[in-house]
């Protein structure tokens, strides 16, 4: 049945979540505070080599999946270079090309000369890395946007700049939003605020307990095109904007960080990170960082995705890896409200639901 919904945030989870729902029908707004945002500040990798359990890994697979079906009619900038990785011992790459062979996922091994006929830039190269064909990359603020408009272009309705302070319920059942101003009212609200879902959804007595995960990540001046694909490697992960820009998280293997502070200046912390990539490649001579970012990842207490109702009329949905899983988390939120999970979406969506915290 077609409903009112209110989105909250306008991240890459909000402006998917909006599309997907503009599309089945239902009158959606989106209201976004402004607030710092991780999506614009992602490195915008798309993968499932990075997975924490087997279920994670075939949600983030079908996040793949699920990218190739959205851009058949949304025009956004992913570009599928695929990632080469070396970040690990030769131990563990064996047991990760196991692993992901057995779920059935695109790797290859290859070997020193291959590698450096694919970056021919690198300085050092390794013996052997891993080959994942089938990911991508792309500008994530692009993408949010890019979902936004073709949400738009099916009714949605967006207000910026305008910070929900709680969700109006009504004998237990969320009825709106409120804002500075007044309540809007809603037959839905979709809460897809990042790190500030913790604090809305404390207005409804509920928890949803994120856990502290800042970041920096740099980008260079631009440089003529150096780099081919996205690359995992022991002095951090690395892929090059179509434009020239190189971009860098600066801490080391960023997927799996779990510091719960920056410990260093954003220009120290980048300074070294520069070190670190002039290392690596050729042709770097006159690069430098142009801008660093510091930006907090919504990072879920067990790490994993949040994504259910908390109560009758509210919906959350909060997530690292957000950029790789946004579109099949769209789309499972868009059935999971109306009702239409089948057996397969309901299995997915399973470990992920919020009330896991409410266990004890
Ligand atoms: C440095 C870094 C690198 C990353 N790299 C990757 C990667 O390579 N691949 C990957 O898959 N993921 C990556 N991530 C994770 C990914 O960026 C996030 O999972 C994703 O962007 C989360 O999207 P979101 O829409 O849930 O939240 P956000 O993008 O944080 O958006 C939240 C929205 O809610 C709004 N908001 C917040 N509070 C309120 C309020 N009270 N009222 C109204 N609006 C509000 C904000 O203004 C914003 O519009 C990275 C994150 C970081 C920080």
């Given at each position: 049945m077609e409903q009112s919904v209110i989105i909250v945030g306008a991240g890459i989870i909000g402006a998917a979540t909006a599309l997907q729902l503009a599309r089945g029908g239902h009158r959606v707004t989106v209201v976004a505070s402004g607030a710092p945002d991780a999506t614009s500040a992602a490195f915008g990798w798309i993968n499932a080599s990075f997975y924490l359990d087997d279920d994670h890994h075939h949600l983030r697979a079908a996040g793949i999946r699920a990218w190739h079906r959205l851009l058949h009619d949304v025009p956004a900038p992913v570009a599928w270079q695929g990632c080469l990785c070396w970040d690990m011992p030769q131990a563990e790459m064996e047991q990760t090309y196991a692993r992901l062979r057995g779920f059935d996922y695109p790797v290859e091994v290859i070997g020193k000369a291959a590698v450096s006929a694919r970056?021919?830039?690198?300085?050092t190269v390794p013996e052997r890395a891993l080959f994942f064909p089938s990911e991508g990359a792309a500008s994530s603020g692009d993408l949010a946007r890019a979902f936004l408009a073709a949400a738009q272009d099916a009714g949605a309705r967006v207000i910026s700049n305008v910070a929900v302070t709680g969700i109006r319920t009504h004998n237990g059942r969320g009825v709106g939003i409120e804002t500075v101003q007044g309540v809007i009212a809603a037959d839905q609200v979709v809460i897809a605020a990042g790190t500030g879902t913790t604090t809305l959804v404390q207005s409804i007595d509920c928890t949803i307990p994120l856990v502290p995960r800042p970041a920096y990540i740099l980008r260079t001046n631009r440089q003529k095109k150096i780099l081919q694909h996205i690359l995992a490697t022991p002095d951090g992960e690395i892929r090059q904007e179509p434009a020239g820009q190189i971009l860098m998280p600066v801490s080391v293997g960023h997927q799996g960080d779990t510091a719960e502070e920056l410990q260093q200046t954003p220009h120290d912390a980048a300074d070294l990170a520069m070190v670190r990539l002039r290392g690596l490649f050729d042709g770097l001579a006159d690069a430098r960082w142009a801008e660093v970012v510091r930006a907090d990842r919504p990072v879920p207490q067990d790490g994993l995705p949040v994504v259910g109702?908390?109560?009758?009329g509210v919906y959350v949905a909060v997530l690292h890896s957000g950029i790789t899983l946004g579109p099949i988390i769209a789309e499972l939120i868009a059935k999971d409200i109306a009702g239409r999970l089948d057996n397969a979406d309901a299995a997915m969506i399973a470990p992920y639901r919020p009330q896991r915290f409410a266990k004890g």
């Open positions: 970056e021919p830039a690198l300085k109702a908390v109560a009758e």
